[in-house]
């Protein structure tokens, strides 16, 4: 069974951060359209197949936020859609 980035990090998200539980759930709903979509899309104009690569997320959330606070003082971490983060420092 090839791995699944989503579900891994479901399960990731759940143990190490259930505040962002939210936008999680969110995003759920959101990558289900997103994902038939790009289906459709790769059925309509059939291509070489040449996919991202996926990796498996080393730390969660919560260790980014104490990371960016260590290295970055003043540095800003937000949840985004689609299992992302985003890290604004400005010095």
């Not at 990371?67 to 689609?82: D, K």
Request: glycine share 4%; hydrophobic share 45%.
């Amino acid at each position: 069974m090839p791995f699944n980035h989503n579900d891994h990090y479901h399960r990731l998200l759940l143990r190490h951060a259930p505040r962002d539980c939210r936008t999680a759930l969110a995003a759920v709903p959101v990558d289900a359209v997103a994902r038939v979509a790009v289906a459709v899309r790769e059925r309509a104009r059939p291509g070489p197949g040449v996919r991202a690569p996926v990796k498996r997320p080393e730390m969660s959330l919560a260790q980014v936020r104490k990371e960016a606070a260590t290295l970055l003082p003043g540095a800003v971490v937000r949840r985004l859609l689609f299992w992302r983060y985003l890290l604004v420092f400005r010095k």
